[in-house]
């Protein structure tokens, strides 16, 4: 009896200790499958929590090192050239505050002075031709134009006698070449040639090709005195006029040069006949700049502004790019009512116009609005952006830009060496007053000086000298 009770007690010991068993195996397949390793608490106790976070603080400066190095290898080099930047930015507002208080004459009244001058210097070429019958431009001027010429001036020059009070230089000038134009108006004074009597030519000139060039074109190889000779009936200096019609449009070609000179043979070469084809009274400017100095597109369009408006009443004036080759005549150089801006495709920017402000390449402007906006900003050295400049003196005046179709306004780019254009802050900080610089800062502040005229068969050549750039413009 006792030993089966023994037995039993036996039995469920070792069905206990299987039991434990199977627990403690099941336990240790758990802890195995939470990977939660045993010994996890033993390590928590042992390590101390100010080790761990020092830990993680290496770690962070460890990373943030290798970030400065990377971005100090980059960009290490141009820190100093930022720096230079912002000093050159703090100097370019210092030369414009010296430029706005330097006794810059208001807008409104250069413009009066300006178109005193500009009359004073016509008339005074008058009166050499009249003086001196004997001249062979003398024979060949048009009395009827001369005369309208001269009640033109006599009109606005009575408008401005009645503006000026206090000036007596002035009156006293305009009164004096007053007398000596009534005397002209004298139908008793001997003139040398009669009258004569012309229409006004179409107002769709009926002589035009089309498309004269496309994407496969060649430019011929040829020399300026080749064209000479085939365009004989160019007036020295570059103008020319129709004979069998009078024109309606009198137009001024302005195109700032410098080191292109088989890119302006080239121009000539297509821009002539495109003209004469659209039976247009235009003459060609070329203005260079003196020198090697920093380069200042404006000051060069406005100083040749300045000096072919003293030698003719033209309408409007073209600011033409010397590497653009038209590509279409249907493209008119005439005198658009709002500014025309001409070259809306380009080759070399797959024929599309690349943003809304881009106006540079070809322009045409009326001259009251060139005057109306001051002309360009003479304070972009080097190359870019004065032509954005003027897009937003334009806007400032709600002048609209027009274009024509794409399809028409096409040009070639001839190929050149991109020039490296100026600082974009420097640009960009410009560009952001164009609007409140307008008044002071253009044609009525340019400062050069003219160190030649001379009129070529094809061309007149004007050389400016633009000085050197304000302190920060370099």
Known sequence: MYSRYQSLLN?????DQQEQEQISRSSYELYRYNHEPVSTNILRRDIPPILILLFFLFLIIIILSQILVIHSSRYGTNFSAMQKIQGELKQMDESMERLLSDNVLPIDK????FHIQTYLNR?????DLFNNENNHINKNFN???IQSHIKKFINKSNEILKQEHNNSYFINSIKHVQNRLEEMMDPNHNLSQEKQRKIYCNEQPNQLKG????????????SLYEIEMNYSNVRSGG????????????VAIIIPYRDRFEHLVTLLYYLHPILQRQELDYKIYVSEQVGNGTYNKAVLMNAAFIYASTEYDFQCFVFHDVDLIPEDDRNMYSCPIFPRHMSVAVNEMNYKLTYEELIGGVFNIRTEHFLTVNGYSNLYWGWG?????????????SLKVIRPPSSIARYRMLQHTKRTPSIWNKRAKL???AAKRYTWDGVSSARYNLTSAIAYPLFTHILVDVGVPPPGFT
Request: charged share 30%.
């Open 11 to 15: 039995s469920d010991y070792e069905r």
């Open 110 to 113: 250069w413009r009066l002075l």
């Open 123 to 127: 008339f005074e070429y008058l009166f």
């Open 143 to 145: 009395q009827s134009i």
């Open 211 to 222: 498309q004269i060039l496309n994407e496969n074109s060649t430019f011929p190889n040829i």
């Open 239 to 250: 103008g020319w006029s129709p004979k069998h019609c009078l024109a309606r449009h009198r």
């Open 385 to 397: 952006a004065e032509d954005d400049d003027l897009y937003y003196r334009l806007k400032e005046i």
């Open 431 to 433: 560009l952001y007053s």
